[in-house]
């Protein structure tokens, strides 16, 4: 069985009579130059519920940046609870490599998802570009990240929380992302962990 997080494998491990391989899903090393200097924040993802932006808005503090990636059915009633918050930039659906700019720019990358997720490629492409992950406690994938020093954990639901948050991956080590990003996620490391496990078979 091939599983994608940590969690995930200590889920199975117990409930299966056969190995339990870890190997997530990767993304190609990203090359961006920039010279400017990190500023704001960044959700990017699908308008919906599931992934906690209404209440990570409800929470968001008004001296913080936050720009807006994605589209999907909740666009005109989270838009609504921005009215007063002048620093929420709404940038729609935008090309990968726009994004990922974005990312190499931001301080922080934010997924406040409500239900268990595995790892958002986004989170990956964060990773690549130096960029701390901030992680909804249901995100399957969190933990990783935590341990690695390359992601904090936030409750979409707390103003104190998410405010802690931001103030945590400011502090971060982003050294470590790379770190994480080079040791999980590239290609090479897919590669060698699928070919390590047909080899077994």
Not at 127 to 137: E, I, K, R
Not at 172 to 185: E, G, I, V
Request: aromatic share 8%; charged share 20%; net charge positive.
């Amino acid at each position: 069985m091939v599983v994608l997080n940590e969690s995930a494998r200590t889920f199975f491990e117990p409930r299966t009579t056969g190995a339990v391989h870890l190997i997530p899903n990767f993304t190609r090393r990203i090359s961006i130059t920039t010279t400017k200097r990190r500023r704001g924040w960044v959700f990017a993802g699908r308008l919906t519920h599931e992934k906690g932006l209404r209440q990570l808005l409800e929470n968001w503090p008004s001296d913080e940046l936050l720009s807006i990636y994605g589209a999907g059915s909740r666009e005109a009633e989270y838009k609504s609870v921005t009215k007063k918050l002048p620093n929420v930039t709404w940038c729609g659906t935008v090309p990968r490599a726009v994004l990922r700019e974005a990312l190499a720019r931001a301080e922080g990358l934010l997924v406040p998802s409500l239900w268990q997720e595995g790892i958002p490629t986004v989170a990956i492409e964060a990773l690549a570009v130096g960029t701390p992950v901030a992680f909804g406690p249901a995100v399957t994938s969190a933990n990783g990240f935590v341990g690695a020093g390359a992601g904090v954990l936030l409750d979409p639901y707390r103003s104190e929380s998410v405010r802690a948050a931001l103030g945590d991956m400011r502090r971060s080590d982003r050294s470590a992302c790379l770190k994480y990003f080079n040791r999980m996620f590239t290609e090479d490391v897919w590669l060698a962990k699928m070919g390590a496990l047909m080899d077994s078979i």
